[in-house]
């Protein structure tokens, strides 16, 4: 049972502009990839990745409208609703990994190459944002021991264009054993596209509108699979999202209305 | 053995998935359709779109579930494209439609049957959103309108899905079978709410809502119980069913199938192919054939 606990908030971060890390007083251990609902009392419920997984439990949040903006309005000290940590959460068993995260989804990714890297594994990261001061955990994954690549849209870090570009190069000389990606889902569509080519397994963490968060409502349910994001998921393997005509394509409104992603058809 | 056929509508076992459990899309419907369900009912869904209350909507409590969904759909049009995937499920597809006027309700089913539902089952009960609760499912008189009306309207099964947030259930139940229903769910969630003591607030965003799971058991059973007595139409029991001895106590109460929600979180999908075993294994232990043998003897 996945009961309402009102926590502390212990510690803000600014990561850059537009997104924070709170360092919550919570001390349970999370699998990467899997969630939080965060609760603002009075205001709305709203998913978020778990960015730190051992100790006091962290979420790495990128603000957009009205709930973020909220969230971002609080000090530490502040008081936030968690029900989790949720869902299924990465499965790593290679050796030789590749992380592809885009903006606010190398949130999950961070921690998933510290503690891959603290278990000797060998972690490539590549890194997009729309700008290099938007890039996040590029440092935090360095620490670690990790390899980072970067990109950026107006080319002001690392290589002038996105990820999956970065990525293309990259596998034309090297190969790796797992892949795991989270950012916008037409990123994640065409990381799929890419190392299926090469061969190699891929997971990817997918954001829908969540209600329940507890696979009881029915609102996150992928069409043509029938699996539910918040319980099944949120991360995926390659060939159960490759079943579903909705992955890369569309999502769903809290009326469960379908919105087409670039807004096309 | 565990065939059983309600007003018409042939189930291969007594397990029917609650409206608003999952019911939100076809894909989510034919997951529960596979996974052993007699029959399907869909989320509720009105003539035009609706969003619904702000998180939280569901909430896990002590006691079981509470939820404050608020009606969320994409409006009826939308909405019949995901029957149409439900129904490649091979087991009857039941719509349920809410309004906020009478004529709301026959205009919801009429699309609905032509997606190809086997039946409408009329929300007169949900308690999150008002007016569609308060109005409808605690007025005889109304309930009564409803029911004609959508039964003018369509030439499919239609069933009352009633709420216990009245004085008296049977009343409305009798209502119902006069204005041409032919079967009746009872009961819809409980109203209720919780508060957090530290953020010093209701959890819910809508801040009340129904009560669900175990512990409506008791009151949903006394239901089922009253109305079977009173009403030829027959009953569906839900509220809390989550092993095959519930299931059992239901139809021993006078229902004719069991319909499965908050179980679902509990047990698993599975659920419902879990329940159907244990009713089996119960009438295969006490020697009875079918299902029918055991309807209704807690009536005598
Ligand atoms: C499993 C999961 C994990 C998540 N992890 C994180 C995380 O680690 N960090 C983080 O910042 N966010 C995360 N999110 C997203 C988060 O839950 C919110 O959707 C997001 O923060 C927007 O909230 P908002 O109310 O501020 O913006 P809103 O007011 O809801 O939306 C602002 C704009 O964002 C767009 N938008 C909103 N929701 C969606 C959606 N579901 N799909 C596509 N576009 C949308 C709309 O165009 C809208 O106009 C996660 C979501 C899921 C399902
Ligand atoms: C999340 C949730 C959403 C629900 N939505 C609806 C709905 O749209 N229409 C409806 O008639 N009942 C709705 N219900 C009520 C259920 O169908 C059922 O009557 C109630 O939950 C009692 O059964 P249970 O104890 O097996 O869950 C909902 C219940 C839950 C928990
Ligand atoms: S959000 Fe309710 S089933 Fe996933």
């Known amino acids: 049972m996945h009961e309402m606990q009102v926590v502390k908030i212990k510690k803000i971060i600014k990561e850059t502009k537009r997104i924070k890390t709170f360092i919550l007083d919570l001390d349970v251990s999370a699998i990467p990839g899997q969630f939080v609902m965060v609760w603002l009392p009075g ?8 960015s730190y997984t051992k100790g006091d439990l962290g979420i790495t949040v990128l603000r957009l409208g009205d709930f973020t903006r909220r969230l971002f309005e609080l000090s530490p000290g502040d008081m936030l609703g968690i029900r989790g940590p949720m869902g299924r959460g990465f499965k790593v068993y290679g050796d030789k990994l590749l992380l592809v995260g885009g903006g606010v989804g190398v949130a999950p990714l961070a921690p998933l190459a510290e503690e891959a890297l603290a278990e000797g594994k060998e972690v490539t990261a590549i890194i997009g944002a729309i700008t290099k001061s938007e890039l996040l955990f590029v ?3 360095e620490k670690a021991g990790g390899r980072v690549l970067i990109s950026t849209d107006d080319g002001s870090a690392g290589k002038k264009g996105f990820t999956t570009d970065v990525l293309r190069e990259l596998l034309e ?15 994640m569509a065409k990381v799929l596209d890419i190392t299926r080519e090469k061969k190699i397994p891929t997971q990817a963490s997918l954001h829908r509108y969540f209600k329940c968060g507890i696979g009881i409502c029915g609102q996150c349910v992928l069409d043509g699979i029938g699996l539910r994001v918040c319980k099944e998921g949120p991360t995926f393997r390659d060939k159960e999202l490759r079943k579903s005509p909705e992955f890369g394509r569309y999502w769903r409104n809290a009326a469960g209305q379908k919105i087409y992603f670039g807004g096309k058809k | 053995m565990l065939d059983v056929e309600f007003a018409g509508l042939k189930l291969n076992n007594p397990t029917v998935l609650a409206s608003g459990i999952l019911g939100t899309t076809g894909a989510a419907l034919l997951r529960v359709a596979r996974n052993g369900a007699g029959a399907v009912v869909a989320k509720s869904c009105g003539i035009v779109p609706r969003e619904g209350h702000p998180n939280p909507t569901v909430i896990e409590i002590e006691q079981g579930i509470l939820n404050a969904v608020g009606l969320s759909n994409p409006g009826v049009e939308e909405f019949a494209k995901e029957i149409k995937i439900a129904l490649q499920g091979g087991v009857p597809v039941i719509a349920s439609v809410y309004g906020f006027r009478v004529e709301d309700y026959a205009a919801a089913a009429r699309i609905l049957a032509d997606a190809g539902v086997a039946a409408i089952e009329l929300n007169l009960s949900c308690p999150n959103v008002e007016k569609v609760g308060a109005l409808f499912g605690a007025d005889a008189e109304l309930a009564l309108e409803v029911v004609r009306e959508v039964k003018r309207a369509v030439s499919l099964p239609v069933f009352a ?12 139940a009798k209502a119902c079978e006069e204005g041409g229903a032919d079967g009746v769910t009872a009961i819809n969630t409980l109203k209720a709410m919780a508060i957090d003591i530290r953020a010093k607030t209701p959890l819910l965003g809508n801040k009340v809502g129904g009560l669900s799971g175990p512990c409506i058991k008791p009151i949903a059973l006394r239901c089922v119980y009253e109305i079977a007595q009173e009403v030829d139409i027959p009953v569906m029991g839900c509220g809390g069913v989550t092993t095959g001895k519930d299931a059992v106590e239901y139809l021993m109460a006078g229902a004719q199938a069991v319909q499965i929600g908050t179980g679902v979180l509990t ?5 419902f192919r879990k329940v159907a075993l244990e009713i089996q294994e119960f009438l295969e232990e006490r020697g009875y054939s079918c299902v029918d043998d055991i309807v209704g003897l807690a009536l005598k």
């Open chain 1, 43 to 50: 205001v709305d419920e709203k998913p978020m990745s778990v």
């Open chain 1, 139 to 141: 440092d935090r994954i």
């Open chain 1, 173 to 187: 000389e090297e190969t790796f054993d797992q892949c795991f990606t989270c950012g916008p889902e037409i990123m």
């Open chain 2, 161 to 172: 899905k009633l709420t216990a947030n009245v004085g008296d259930i049977v009343e409305i």
């Open chain 2, 267 to 271: 047990r698993g999908l599975s659920v």
